[in-house]
């Protein structure tokens, strides 16, 4: 099977991935976008380098994770801006006003974290363990179960005052 | 709201994007090829510009530099063209390392922290260049007065409205300075502490 056929499969396999982690970093559709174009570029790039030490999923989460901080941007309110949030809901096609609502709190909580914060929160929101968590961002088993249990904290703080 | 419904929007969307399998292998691919924008290459390339029309500048200083004819020109001279090559140059090497990052191999933590490091280099610079810029003037023009109109502004003596004219510049040109410099400092300080958190 040729590269770029092997490339293409795993990107439409794992796009809603790509969707999510640029979803994160962003907030609006533009940007997004960008980012997500940005994040398969690099994954191009580097398709060659991958080994098969890890899963292939832990390095694409790898690779789009170090591709958003280089691409974070000042948080810029252009009134035409579409908000990420609505973006998904729109992706989605959902007809769910709870979920909507939810879906527009979770982002408001996420866009007020810190890159490591929403990076440590995504990865625990995708159902990653502690480990898993360690392996992909470089921070020690220990150091992300107290991060974690700081950033809920601070979550929820948040919460309680929204 | 719980944190436990953030997590159930969280994988009602997850299992919704997993049905959306819109992109197809054309538009893939063109994501790889020539649509790919990166902000790097933009900021470099006017970069790069900025540098070469500073070289020139300098070039030209220095091929004329046997004009600036008193010590103290000599001295504006010597300081213009190093500022004209300095500086470009650091910038220049600055983005250099925010490019070199590697993407695909370093952990996230990792790549943060040298790309806050990065990003925080390049900043620095641009405020000294603010600071350097604003004091550049005294030095810059007197030289390119030589230069182009063999006049030295150090002997003629200035009209009153000359003078107003120049307090004007004198103060918008502060004013401009200190915002700017308030603005470089605003955004590396979240920066700094996230890193100090990171080591």
Known sequence: MPKEAVFTDLIREHQGLLFKVTSIYTNNKQDQEDLFQEVVYQLWKYFDSFRNESKITTWMYRVAMNTA??????????????????????????????YEERLRQLYRHLEQLNTLDKGLVFLLLEGKSYKEIAQITGLGDSNVGTRISRIKKKLKTNMAKS | MELEELQSAWSQMSTELEQQKKLTNDIIMKMTQEKYRNKFKTVTTYETMGAFVCFCIAILFLA?????????????????????????????????????????KGSYKDNLISYIKAKNRLLRLQRIGVGVGFLGMFFILPVCSKIISNKNVFELG????????????????????VWAYKGYLKLTRSAQELLKDLE
């Open chain 2, 158 to 177: 200035l009209k009153t409205e000359q003078v107003v004219l120049l307090s004007i510049t004198l103060g918008i040109t502060s004013i401009f300075c």
């Open chain 1, 69 to 98: 901080i280089t691409h974070l941007k000042r948080k810029k309110r252009r009134p035409d801006a579409i908000p990420v949030a609505d973006a998904i809901i729109k992706e989605t096609e959902s007809k769910d006003d709870l």
């Open chain 2, 64 to 104: 004329k530099f046997g004009e600036l004819n008193t010590w103290y020109l000599q001295v504006c001279g010597v300081l213009s063209v190093s500022y004209l090559i300095i500086l470009p140059i650091m910038v220049l090497s600055a983005l250099k390392k925010i490019k070199a990052l590697d993407i695909s």
